[in-house]
């Protein structure tokens, strides 16, 4: 290694976990027992055929995904899924797609599911600054409606179901940013969906955890890689998939297998972000969080200090410390701090200490 | 190194250039001014940005690109596109897609285009066996022709345009298995197209080239990922592109220009077809080639010997000496050796003597 590596805070693509890199890396030129590198193997040869088993194996495990799901590797990041999700459910069905809007993600899915289908948007925070998540009580559910989407945790906003909702439909989740990092009840789920650049791997491959019933609802007029029937049927090889990722992904969830799976990762993800927000509240108003205490996000922990001149203080003497990309996204500036699976507990240990000495300091 | 590395002579995911491997290798754990990986750093980076600019300049460089072209950096695969280019294009003009078939990737593409708009085969090589491409004479296109489309290279048979169609629309070309193998005219074209995975780098990124009114095309109810309009505004980042295969494309290109650009990666290519084809025409026919003689491919050598039982043992033995993934197609069978042109000339002399031996051998 020619460089330093800093504590990198980065919402996505975020920091992976150190082994899983240096595995990698080892292997680049030549996968064991293949003569090539990953990026140079069929998505056909009995080695990926290895990996991709594995990868599905390690996500059924690790969530407890039950038989009657399909669990597909798909591209396009979630974005394309907002508008596939509705094109395959809605079209052929007739139903409503009923959405709770939280944030930045929510609202975009809603507004991409429009042009495929009826969407009805049956709650949204956006009066409010986006900083609650909706009560069971507050959701009204349409009589037609198919599922309930919803978006676990809003990366910008910073805030996060404490659990999710309670409806009579199936669940639609965009869980991108929080996958892995707490056990699931999937049974609930019509379809979990995470691109996997936040918790789950490199940018350019999507997890898409889709119930039977979900999957056969696919239109037959769709074209193949639009339709997640076919893609479904073909284990997610209708055309080559996207290899390298898929292989990140199985490093990935045999690392959070050895970490001792999801209990384990959402206890050190609880007491990592305890940590800051802590720090925060005893900061005496010198930093404020965007989100209300109990939808706080243990993944994203979105903050200000008490001026946009400090913001920026705080971030270039961040920097010099070799903590990085701690800036809020350009829509709700201030900080932001993500703090995925893979940030070391030191890291934000390194994050914390910085923070209690800026506001000593400025305050 | 752990392991040897071997010749690979897959079709693709295929061979990428050693360099290009150890350089990503070098850099896997921290880019230089980064403090983290390229897997971990956001799209919306200084470092990205600058390697997102290298690549598209190189590419225009490469292929000389005029100025009222797109190049655009996707997801999906070939055939993702394959529905996306009439989704765009038909729906909106209502016009006719022409589509000359030429064997398994065009025809593939003519059928999901189907599925969009009005398509229309003008000529098809199917009764023939694709063993050839049409001649210019017997390219008779309607009347309502948005454009012509053709498959370069059609892998799976190993046949090859020996340069471009002429005709009086603009060409849509998929050139996944032969983009920077040779120059092109890109002003002949609407739209030239390539998955990454056979030349360009590793399978999750398509290539997308497109004349400026052609991307003016898209309708505006299309969903935002669907639309070429959308992602050529954002310049590929209407959301998280797949950053590591844009970065091993940076690379990949950077590589072709160092070798002298593709007037110096065609000559090569043409010397490393014929060490090949020359051992088969000097062979008394104990290797036979599927296309006819002036289409045969420079990037996918597609033969057979006498009998599957001798194919078998070929492949046997050719891996037993370095020689991997030389079986054909499971449409075609026989041998396939595929040199991309990141497969080095030591490589194909190594396959020609082995060829040469084993004839002697067998025959």
Known sequence: MSEERAFNFSAGPAVMPLPVLKKIQEELLCLPGCGASILEISHRSKQFGEILARTKQNVKDLLGVPDNYQIMFLQGGALTHFAMLPMNLLRSTGKSGNYLVTGNWSKKSASEAKTQGKVDVVWDGKAEGYVRKPTDD????TDDALYCYFCANETIEGIQYPREPKVDVPLICDASSEIFSRPVDIEKYGVLFACAQKNAGPAGVVLVIMRDDFVEMSGDDLPSMFSYKKLAEKDSMLNTPPTFGIYSMALVTDWLKEQGGLEAMAALNREKASLLYDAIDGSNGFYRVHGQKEYRSVMNVSFRTPSEELDKEFQEEAKKVGLTNLNGHRSVKGERASIYNAMPREGV???????????????
């Open 138 to 141: 507050e959701i009204k559910l």
């Open 349 to 363: 240990v390194a994050l914390r200490d910085f923070m209690v000495d800026f506001a000593q300091k400025k305050g």
